[in-house]
Structures are given as structure tokens and as C-alpha cells.
């Protein structure tokens, strides 16, 4: 075997299971399909790399896997780091009695209360400081309040560096120069939030505590190997564990390859996992007992934004995209569980300009002058993004097609909203009460309204935990129903709905899945 370990993915299953194991003196090695970024290179202009193509990776392989299917659009990352180089870093548990249904008995909220502590910690997550709250922190208290939900406002912890210092009030406050340097844990320079919600569009300032910056540094510095820009394609069985196939993607040019191991983690996210499996077990034929149950009870979190607009300031173009909720995952709303939460997204006038800037772009006083009217004249200033997740029905079902115009497979998901309808529409009309309580003007997007369609960036399940193969398509450790030695541990195996953002679980159950194959001698 040329590896004791391959691990397919860099994102939140991927790079923890990788470095633990690493730690624990395994060979590791990580193929991610995406590039490594830095903040030199993110995306920001048109013209840029934005997205990740399906049919054409070796030219264009951006950071933004966007998928359409009926009804249901999925976004993910593509990256060294997957998911954390474009989340809005809100690390949270949900709550205890989500474990109770459709999980297999070994997976509780206790079981895997050390485990969500052992992330939280890794991964550095702090609150908003008290003195740096965002307009919208004040109208999400505000509107809980108003409307009579005061109990159920709460901040969240967020994967993101903070200053206690820093303020709005001080001169310049959003001026790069503002953020502190330091050392983390990990040996890695960072530096402190000055509030330019980028989060979603890689941070300036290295403010956000993502995984190129934590777990997939400390895992090199246990020697694991990472390869960028290597897409894995198919996996086999061999004498002695299996051999991964993929294409090295580089200079709009594929190159095929392929290692070996005794062992395998599947961490390629929710669609990535079930896809590459589907691959392997329907078009290869090369892992022909995979259960039956690949690709079913797909979630999509429950995600929805509404936006509403005010006749005041709300400011989503600055601070952390997300740092607080109003809790209703007790289902006292209509029987559903779901929590609003606060959105923003960045300026990308001013992104874009201040790109133009770094480039050395002549006129430079007139950049100037832009870039600073434009940072304090914000083009959406007073749209409040409303957000939330919530528990869906889990029923999507992903296999593989043919596509009538190029005749090669192409992943489907079949999506029938009718189970998940009212969760959708308790969520909408609590956030036209919170809006209304507040003074402001709720619009739910008629791709809700008129066409029943959705987009997540939470998607959940596909390799679905289990108790047999006819449940599922792994058992509690992440470990294949009839492959030994081959593992699924990113969101994929995460059976039903959380109800809340998954990343802090996907983290915990990866520490768990890596704690149990070092335990076992695997
Ligand atoms: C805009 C946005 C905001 C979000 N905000 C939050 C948030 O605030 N809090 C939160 O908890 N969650 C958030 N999420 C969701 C979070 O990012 C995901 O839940 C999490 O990253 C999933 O972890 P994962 O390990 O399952 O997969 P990922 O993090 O998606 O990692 C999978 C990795 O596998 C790679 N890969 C896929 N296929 C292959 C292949 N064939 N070969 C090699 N590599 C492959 C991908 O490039 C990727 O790097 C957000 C997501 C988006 C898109």
C-alpha cells in the first residue's frame, strides 16, 4: 500500500479525520479537488475563478460548487479547506432531542458532547464582543422582543478571531491595517475582525479561523501529504485495502492516476461522498455491495432567507455574515422546528474596487475615493437578509441519470417538497412577523411563493448512518456496510435534519469516526 490512509476531501470530514490520524502516526495522504487560496487570490471581480465546473474541472475550477436539480439548488466549497473557506463560520450544537429518531443508538447528544467541545476548541469559536455588535445583532434582539420572543434571542459562537479593542466608533474602523496579527495554536499567522463581512468571500485579513488555517496545518506538520487540484473519480477493492483513481486537474489539462491504501475516508460532502459512490457501485461496478440506501433521505436543512426592507439602517454589508439567532427548535411554532437567524453579504462594489486597488490600478486617488464612499455607502444598506434552518423531511433522493443531451450519467436528485411545505412556511411567516414587528417590509422571493424552488448551502445525508444496510450506508463509526476499512465521514452520513448550521456536528462525529479507527488498531 502506498498510504496507511487516503482521505478524499479537505473540508470539515475530511481534514479532521486526516489530521488526528496523522497525529496518530498513520501515513496520511489528502486528495482535494479544489486549489489551495490565499487572500491574494480569492475570488472578487468578474473574470475571476468563482466557480467549479462539473463538465469542464481542469478549466475551471473556482471555489463555488453551485448545483442545480428540480426545485433544489445545492451550494458547497471547492477548496483546500471545502466548506470553512466560504461559511459564515457559525460553529453550534443543535439541540439534544435531534438525536433521537433516525440515528443509530450509539450517536446521542452526550455521546458526542466531548467531541463538539474538542472542535469548538480546535477551531477557536468566540462571540461578537459585546461592544462590537452589528446593526443587525440590535434589530434581531429588537424584533425577538417586539414580537414577544425576547427568551429566545441568543449569539452564537462563531469559528472567527475577534479584537477586544476594535470598534465601530474609532476612525477608519474597516480599514484592513486596523486587524491584529498573531500566532494560533497551530503555528499559523491570523489576524483580528474588522467587520468587512467577507466571510462568504474569503476574509482579508485571515480573521476567520477556517481549516487551511487549523486542522490541515497541524496534520502537514504530522507529515500527512495534501494534493490539490486532484479529482478523485473512482474507488476499488484490493489485496490489502482499495486504490483510488483520480484526474489531476491542472493548466486546462486532466492527467489520470491513482494510490493505494489500507485504509479509505470518504469526505467529499454530502453530494461529492454520495456521488462518488454511486459512481463506483452503478457505473464502475467496482464496490457492487454497497447498500441499497445510497443516495436516500437526503436533507436540505431547512434553509430559507427572506429579505426585508427597512426604512433604516441595517448594514448587511458589515460585520460577521451571521451572529445570532432567535431559537425555535422547540417546535412551539406550529409544530415545526427551525431558528432565524441574521444574514449579510459583502459589498462587492467596494470588493471589487479594492481588487482593483491591490492591482496597482492607475487613477489611484479615484479608486481611493470610491473605496471609501463606497465601504460607508452600502448599495443595500437597509435590507435585513433574514435567515434560518430548520427540520426538513429528509426524503431527497439522489441517483444517477442519463442525460437525454450528452448520454453520460449525471447525478438527479429527486425532490417532492409536500412533507417539507410547513416547515418552510412556519419560517416564512416568522419572518414576515419578526419584519412586521420592526417596522420593516418582508418580500419572500417568488421562487418560494410562486415555484415551491430552494437553494442550500447545508445539504445533509446521501451516505446516510445506520443500523444495517438496509437503513443505511454506514454504521455509527462511518464505516461501509460490507467494505471494511472504507469510510464515509463528512456531512453525507448525517441521517436526518439538524435544524441548525451542521459544521460543528460534521466536525464532531469526524473526531469520533478517526478516535474509534485509532482505538481499533485499524
Ligand atoms: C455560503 C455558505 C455558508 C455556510 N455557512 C455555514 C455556517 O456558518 N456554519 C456551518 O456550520 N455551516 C455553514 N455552511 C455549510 C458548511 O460549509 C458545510 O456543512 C460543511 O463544509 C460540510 O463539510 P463536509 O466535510 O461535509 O464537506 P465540505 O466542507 O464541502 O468538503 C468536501 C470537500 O471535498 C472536496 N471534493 C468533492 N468531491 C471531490 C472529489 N471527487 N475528489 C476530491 N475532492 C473532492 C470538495 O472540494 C471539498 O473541499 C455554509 C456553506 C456555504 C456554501
Same mark, same amino acid.
Given at each position: 500500500?502506498?498510504?496507511?490512509?487516503?482521505?478524499?476531501?479537505? %473540508? =470539515? &470530514?475530511?481534514?479532521? +479525520?486526516?489530521?488526528? /490520524? $496523522?497525529?496518530?502516526?498513520?501515513?496520511?495522504?489528502?486528495? !482535494?479537488?479544489?486549489?489551495?487560496?490565499?487572500?491574494?487570490?480569492?475570488?472578487?471581480?468578474?473574470?475571476?475563478?468563482?466557480?467549479?465546473?462539473?463538465?469542464?474541472?481542469?478549466?475551471?475550477?473556482?471555489?463555488?460548487?453551485?448545483?442545480?436539480?428540480?426545485?433544489?439548488?445545492?451550494?458547497?466549497?471547492?477548496?483546500?479547506?471545502?466548506?470553512?473557506?466560504?461559511?459564515?463560520?457559525?460553529?453550534?450544537?443543535?439541540?439534544?432531542?435531534?438525536?433521537?429518531?433516525?440515528?443509530?443508538?450509539?450517536?446521542?447528544?452526550?455521546?458526542?458532547?466531548?467531541?463538539?467541545?474538542?472542535?469548538?476548541?480546535?477551531?477557536?469559536?468566540?462571540?461578537?464582543?459585546?461592544?462590537?455588535?452589528?446593526?443587525?445583532?440590535?434589530?434581531?434582539?429588537?424584533?425577538?422582543?417586539?414580537? %414577544? =420572543? &425576547?427568551?429566545?434571542? +441568543?449569539?452564537?459562537? /462563531? $469559528?472567527?478571531?475577534?479584537?477586544?479593542?476594535?470598534?465601530? !466608533?474609532?476612525?477608519?474602523?474597516?480599514?484592513?491595517?486596523?486587524?491584529?496579527?498573531?500566532?494560533?495554536?497551530?503555528?499559523?499567522?491570523?489576524?483580528?475582525?474588522?467587520?468587512?463581512?467577507?466571510?462568504?468571500?474569503?476574509?482579508?485579513?485571515?480573521?476567520?479561523?477556517?481549516?487551511?488555517?487549523?486542522?490541515?496545518?497541524?496534520?502537514?506538520?504530522?507529515?500527512?501529504?495534501?494534493?490539490?487540484?486532484?479529482?478523485?473519480?473512482?474507488?476499488?477493492?484490493?489485496?490489502?485495502?482499495?486504490?483510488?483513481?483520480?484526474?489531476?486537474?491542472?493548466?486546462?489539462?486532466?492527467?489520470?492516476?491513482?494510490?493505494?491504501?489500507?485504509?479509505?475516508?470518504?469526505?467529499?460532502?454530502?453530494?461529492?461522498?454520495?456521488?462518488?459512490?454511486?459512481?463506483?457501485?452503478?457505473?464502475? %461496478?467496482?464496490?457492487?455491495?454497497?447498500?441499497?440506501?445510497?443516495?436516500?433521505?437526503?436533507?436540505?436543512?431547512?434553509?430559507?432567507?427572506?429579505?426585508?426592507?427597512?426604512?433604516?439602517?441595517?448594514?448587511?454589508?458589515?460585520?460577521?455574515?451571521?451572529?445570532?439567532?432567535?431559537?425555535?427548535?422547540?417546535?412551539?411554532?406550529?409544530?415545526?422546528?427551525?431558528?432565524?437567524?441574521?444574514?449579510?453579504?459583502?459589498?462587492?462594489?467596494?470588493?471589487?474596487?479594492?481588487?482593483?486597488?491591490?492591482?496597482?490600478?492607475?487613477?489611484?486617488?479615484?479608486?481611493?475615493?470610491?473605496?471609501?464612499?463606497?465601504?460607508?455607502?452600502?448599495?443595500?444598506?437597509?435590507?435585513?437578509?433574514?435567515?434560518?434552518?430548520?427540520?426538513?423531511?429528509?426524503?431527497?433522493?439522489?441517483?444517477?441519470?442519463?442525460?437525454?443531451?450528452?448520454?453520460?450519467?449525471?447525478?438527479?436528485?429527486?425532490?417532492?417538497?409536500?412533507?417539507?411545505?410547513?416547515?418552510?412556511?412556519?419560517?416564512?411567516?416568522?419572518?414576515?412577523?419578526?419584519?412586521?414587528?420592526?417596522?420593516?417590509?418582508?418580500?419572500?422571493?417568488?421562487?418560494?411563493?410562486?415555484?415551491?424552488?430552494?437553494?442550500?448551502?447545508?445539504?445533509?445525508?446521501?451516505?446516510?448512518?445506520?443500523?444495517?444496510?438496509?437503513?443505511?450506508?454506514?454504521?455509527?463509526?462511518?464505516?461501509?456496510?460490507?467494505?471494511?476499512?472504507?469510510?464515509?465521514?463528512?456531512?453525507?452520513?448525517?441521517?436526518?435534519?439538524?435544524?441548525?448550521?451542521?459544521?460543528?456536528?460534521?466536525?464532531?462525529?469526524?473526531?469520533?469516526?478517526?478516535?474509534?479507527?485509532?482505538?481499533?488498531?485499524?
Amino acid at each position: 500500500m502506498d498510504f496507511d490512509v487516503i482521505v478524499i476531501g479537505s %473540508g =470539515f &470530514g475530511g481534514a479532521i +479525520t486526516g489530521c488526528r /490520524l $496523522a497525529e496518530a502516526g498513520y501515513r496520511v495522504l489528502i486528495l !482535494e479537488r479544489g486549489r489551495r487560496w490565499d487572500k491574494d487570490s480569492y475570488p472578487r471581480k468578474p473574470g475571476d475563478m468563482w466557480t467549479w465546473s462539473h463538465q469542464h474541472p481542469e478549466l475551471e475550477h473556482g471555489w463555488l460548487d453551485l448545483r442545480v436539480f428540480p426545485h433544489m439548488a445545492v451550494a458547497a466549497g471547492a477548496g483546500v479547506g471545502g466548506g470553512s473557506l466560504i461559511y459564515a463560520n457559525v460553529s453550534c450544537e443543535p439541540p439534544a432531542k435531534i438525536f433521537e429518531k433516525g440515528w443509530p443508538p450509539e450517536i446521542t447528544y452526550s455521546e458526542l458532547q466531548p467531541y463538539y467541545e474538542t472542535v469548538a476548541r480546535f477551531m477557536n469559536v468566540q462571540k461578537v464582543p459585546a461592544n462590537q455588535w452589528t446593526r443587525r445583532m440590535r434589530l434581531m434582539q429588537e424584533a425577538a422582543g417586539q414580537a %414577544g =420572543f &425576547g427568551d429566545r434571542f +441568543t449569539q452564537l459562537e /462563531l $469559528a472567527v478571531s475577534f479584537d477586544p479593542d476594535w470598534t465601530y !466608533e474609532q476612525d477608519d474602523p474597516f480599514n484592513p491595517a486596523k486587524s491584529k496579527k498573531f500566532v494560533n495554536a497551530q503555528g499559523v499567522e491570523q489576524g483580528t475582525c474588522v467587520h468587512l463581512a467577507n466571510c462568504d468571500f474569503g476574509c482579508d485579513v485571515y480573521a476567520k479561523n477556517t481549516l487551511d488555517r487549523n486542522y490541515i496545518p497541524w496534520a502537514e506538520k504530522h507529515g500527512a501529504e495534501v494534493r490539490e487540484l486532484h479529482l478523485v473519480s473512482r474507488l476499488e477493492p484490493v489485496q490489502g485495502g482499495y486504490r483510488v483513481s483520480y484526474d489531476r486537474i491542472a493548466d486546462g489539462r486532466r492527467a489520470s492516476g491513482s494510490q493505494t491504501a489500507r485504509l479509505v475516508i470518504v469526505a467529499a460532502g454530502s453530494l461529492g461522498s454520495t456521488e462518488l459512490l454511486l459512481r463506483s457501485r452503478d457505473e464502475a %461496478g467496482t464496490l457492487p455491495q454497497l447498500s441499497p440506501f445510497l443516495g436516500r433521505n437526503w436533507s436540505s436543512n431547512g434553509d430559507f432567507l427572506t429579505p426585508a426592507f427597512y426604512d433604516r439602517e441595517i448594514d448587511p454589508s458589515h460585520g460577521p455574515t451571521i451572529a445570532c439567532a432567535i431559537n425555535f427548535l422547540d417546535g412551539s411554532q406550529n409544530g415545526q422546528a427551525f431558528w432565524v437567524e441574521d444574514g449579510g453579504f459583502p459589498n462587492l462594489l467596494a470588493n471589487f474596487l479594492d481588487a482593483e486597488h491591490a492591482r496597482g490600478v492607475k487613477s489611484k486617488m479615484l479608486l481611493d475615493t470610491f473605496r471609501h464612499l463606497l465601504r460607508d455607502v452600502e448599495p443595500f444598506r437597509n435590507v435585513m437578509p433574514w435567515f434560518a434552518q430548520g427540520v426538513d423531511a429528509a426524503n431527497g433522493v439522489f441517483s444517477l441519470k442519463r442525460s437525454v443531451l450528452t448520454g453520460e450519467a449525471e447525478l438527479h436528485l429527486d425532490w417532492d417538497i409536500a412533507k417539507s411545505r410547513e416547515v418552510i412556511d412556519t419560517i416564512v411567516a416568522t419572518h414576515e412577523k419578526l419584519s412586521h414587528a420592526t417596522g420593516g417590509k418582508p418580500v419572500v422571493p417568488p421562487t418560494w411563493s410562486l415555484l415551491h424552488d430552494l437553494i442550500t448551502p447545508h445539504p445533509l445525508g446521501g451516505c446516510n448512518m445506520g443500523n444495517t444496510p438496509a437503513d443505511g450506508v454506514v454504521n455509527h463509526k462511518g464505516e461501509v456496510f460490507g467494505y471494511p476499512n472504507l469510510y464515509v465521514a463528512d456531512g453525507a452520513i448525517i441521517p436526518e435534519a439538524l435544524g441548525v448550521n451542521p459544521s460543528r456536528t460534521i466536525g464532531a462525529l469526524a473526531e469520533r469516526i478517526a478516535r474509534l479507527i485509532r482505538e481499533e488498531g485499524r
